[in-house]
């Protein structure tokens, strides 16, 4: 019953939003032209969203192949801005077209600001491997409660100045 | 537990709640890792029939039209049908369209399209009937039904677009030589000649289309904007060449200046561009790459060379210093993709073009500025590159960034009514994003100058995708799948035969067409329009054509809608004819 209500809610919600693309393109009429991908989708829910630094979180994955796999595997990976309990890989096996396959994952973050969990799934099909990497972004409050929504950036950005971004040439 | 939310990510609504309906069943384990199945049904398709009527003075017409919201697990996008009709005269037209079996509430909506543009919509919250009145001049029109609440961003189907280049993104200073500015205190009486070579680590791909950290080469930087900066102006300017070579005229007896290489091609003649490599997450900053300072006295300099490392550490197995090299390499690939047109035409003009790229660059979707792009794609006016380390890099995989730039150069040059989102290859999509997806494929190949497309990703940039172009034995072949289009187009450009393909006719022919009739056609842009142009073209060729069509599951084309199209329906649905004619 607790699903039910709390998937209710998540379809409403769901509603709501519309599943609208999130990009948001300057030119309205025009539709966003993507890479392609392997073809493997995945969709996410994350209990929680008013999670604080040194709690725990539970986040499910939802992986839907569009093709027959000879095997389906799942790798995580993460820095140390969050802590994964359990395996970091999972092994499906055969999967027909169309077979949504689930993996939970529980974590206890460690920073605030905005969190991802590198997902890499890896499809083996007639002896070919194909990849598709995806990010599942966790917004980890601080321990006073305030959202924090800053971005931890790469610690090997170089922060622009008068709208240029300066890198050292090495002299050859 | 607390409360749930949940994001989608790439997938159409329906598919998203489809699965979130059927993970209710899953389990709750508080275990760390959890797995389960949830079997999918096999019925997730809808099929919902109308009535169409069409009438204006004199004339009443009605017309039957199913609508498949395609949700089988290929791709949710579906493949839609549409109405054609012609006016002689211009009209006040009423279009009703009446639910007659199927979905209820259907809630239709309805445009019409002219040469692929929106002119006319109608979306009211009518339960089973819409009706949209407009007028119209002569002219051939195209219906599309819908129901928005099937497919993800349909409110945004269409495209208006100016097709114009935009004046104010066209050089206007027609100086093809250096400028050379003199500034304050940086002058002297004397001059030197001054010049260097500028280079970039390049990494490869290895066959499993991982980056190769083994085999990093140094490559020139080509056609790069060179500075020299003196007391913080900049005192002269050119650019390198085609070998990564530059040189200055410069004042001799000068001191503490610096070399500086811009992640940007500008020119203005006899080619004009402007493309540049900017970062989305600082406000589109540009990258450059600015050497150490240095002294000139009254002789000459030849090896001023500046070099961009990859910042990638063999003993630490990751990034660990400055990636200054992936904006020249990203640089480099939009070289590659315009070399390629300029060879065919070589005074076309290219609207300028910021590709963004950040090593916080990552697959997750949201706001740009903060590097959720989601994944590499162009969106009408930029190009989005990723860059995040160990989820997904493309700065090196340059049939990642041709394919973007190919669509930038659809959007500008000739016409693209693709309605975006979604694909793999195997997929069976709508014509217009088949066409899009595919041709950007296609162009990926010709103009790296390799039909093997590598997309590296992951770990450590460890595992990847890739898409033999040239392969002609696509899953799901036909008129709806993107394989089917590359191929097509490769072939025909291709001087390789192979199966059935014994074209060789380079790209000129493929660029006519794309700016010529394409952009124009009266049809949506599709395999179909674009085939039927090129035999109109290439009648000699149009039995090998032919071949090569067939071989894709496609009856020989005869007309820019697909008339001709008798049997080839995508899997199980029946969605023949593609447009029905009123």
């Not at chain 2, 169409?52 to 609508?67: F, N, Q, R």
């Not at chain 2, 290859?425 to 039909?451: C, K, M, Q, V, W």
Request: hydrophobic share 35%; glycine share 6%.
């Amino acid at each position: 019953m607790l699903y039910e209500n709390i998937f209710t809610r998540i379809f409403i919600f769901s509603l709501l939003l519309g599943c609208v693309n999130v990009h948001a393109s300057p030119d309205m009429n025009y539709h966003i032209q993507y890479k392609p991908h392997a073809p493997i989708d995945m969709t996410f829910e994350i209990e929680n969203e008013n999670i604080e630094i040194n709690q725990s979180i539970k986040i499910k994955l939802i992986f839907k192949n569009r093709i027959d796999v000879d095997d389906l595997i799942i790798n995580l990976q993460t820095n140390s801005d969050l802590q994964l309990l359990g395996d970091k890989q999972q092994n499906f096996g055969m999967q027909p077209v169309n077979q949504s396959n689930i993996m939970n994952i529980n974590a206890i973050i460690k920073k605030q600001g905005i969190v991802y969990i590198n997902v890499l799934v890896t499809m083996l099909n007639d002896n070919q491997q194909q990849s598709r990497s995806f990010a599942v972004p966790v917004n980890v409050k601080s321990t006073d409660g305030l959202q924090a929504t800053n971005l931890n950036r790469n610690i090997n950005e170089i922060k622009a100045i008068n709208g240029i971004i300066s890198m050292p040439a090495i002299k050859r | 537990m607390d409360r749930f939310f949940m994001q989608c990510i790439y997938m159409p609504c329906m598919l998203c709640y489809f699965l979130v309906l059927n993970g209710c069943g899953s389990s709750d384990s508080a275990t760390s890792v959890t797995t389960s199945t949830v079997t999918v049904a096999d019925n997730t398709s809808t099929t919902t029939c109308f009535d169409i009527t069409i009438a204006y003075t004199g004339s009443s017409k009605t017309s039957p039209l199913c609508v498949t919201n395609e949700n089988n697990g290929i791709n949710g996008l579906g493949v839609y049908r549409f109405i054609r009709f012609s006016l002689v005269s211009s009209q006040s037209v009423t279009v009703t369209v009446n639910r007659t079996s199927g979905l209820n509430p259907a809630d239709p909506d309805i445009q019409i399209l002219s040469k692929g543009n929106r002119i006319a919509l109608s979306q009211s919250f009518a339960s089973n009937i819409e009706t949209l009145i407009t007028s119209l001049n002569a002219g051939d029109y195209i219906i599309q039904i819908y129901d928005d609440n099937y497919v993800a961003d349909n409110l945004k189907l269409n495209v208006v677009r100016n097709k114009q280049l935009d004046a104010t993104s066209t050089i206007t200073d027609d100086q093809p030589k250096p400028i050379q500015t003199l500034a304050s205190g940086c002058t002297s009486a004397s001059n030197i000649i001054l010049g260097g070579k500028v280079t970039y680590d390049r990494i490869p791909h290895k066959t499993n289309n991982a980056l190769d950290y083994n085999n990093i080469s140094a490559q020139p930087v080509r056609l790069a904007v060179v500075e020299l900066i003196c007391e913080g102006s900049v005192l002269l300017t050119t650019n390198t060449d085609v070998n990564g070579d530059y040189s200055f005229t410069a004042p001799s007896n000068i001191s503490n200046v610096f070399i500086r290489v811009k992640a940007k091609m500008l020119a203005t003649s006899p080619a004009t561009y402007d493309f540049s490599v900017v970062d989305n997450t600082q406000s589109q900053s540009l990258y450059v790459m600015d050497g150490t300072a240095f002294n000139i006295f009254a002789v000459d300099i030849n090896n001023e060379n500046l070099h961009a490392a990859s910042g990638w550490s063999a003993v630490n197995s990751a990034y660990s210093s400055t990636r200054v090299a992936a904006p020249f390499a990203i640089l480099d690939s939009v070289y590659l993709s315009m070399k390629a047109i300029v060879d065919i035409d070589s005074t076309i003009s290219f609207p300028a073009l910021r590709i963004n790229w950040s090593v916080n660059n990552t697959t997750s979707s949201g706001s740009n500025a903060a590097g959720q792009i989601g994944t590499s794609h162009y969106n009408g006016v930029d190009i989005y590159i990723l860059g995040a380390e160990n989820n997904d890099t493309d700065e090196f995989d340059d049939h990642v960034i041709i394919h973007e730039w190919g669509h930038y150069f659809e959007d500008k040059f000739s016409r693209s009514d693709s309605i975006g989102g979604p694909h793999s290859t195997g997929d069976i999509i709508d014509i217009r994003l088949a066409f899009g997806e595919g041709f950007g494929n296609a162009y990926s190949a010709i103009a790296s100058g390799n039909p093997i497309y590598r997309d590296s990703l992951g770990l450590q940039q460890a595992s990847g995708f890739g898409i033999d172009i040239d392969n002609n034995n696509c899953l799901n072949a036909g008129w709806y799948s993107e394989c089917s289009v590359q191929s097509i187009i490769y072939d025909i450009f291709d001087s390789s035969d192979d199966g059935s393909d014994s074209l060789s006719l380079g790209l000129l022919p493929i660029y006519n067409i794309l700016t010529g009739n394409h952009k124009n056609t009266e049809s949506l842009t599709s395999i179909f329009s674009f085939i039927k142009y090129l035999k109109d073209a290439e009648s000699a060729n149009s039995s090998v054509i032919d071949a090569l069509i067939s071989a894709q599951n496609i009856d020989v084309i005869t007309d820019i809608y697909g008339d001709s199209e008798l049997t080839n329906n995508p899997g199980t649905l029946d969605q023949l004819p593609i447009f029905t004619s009123m």
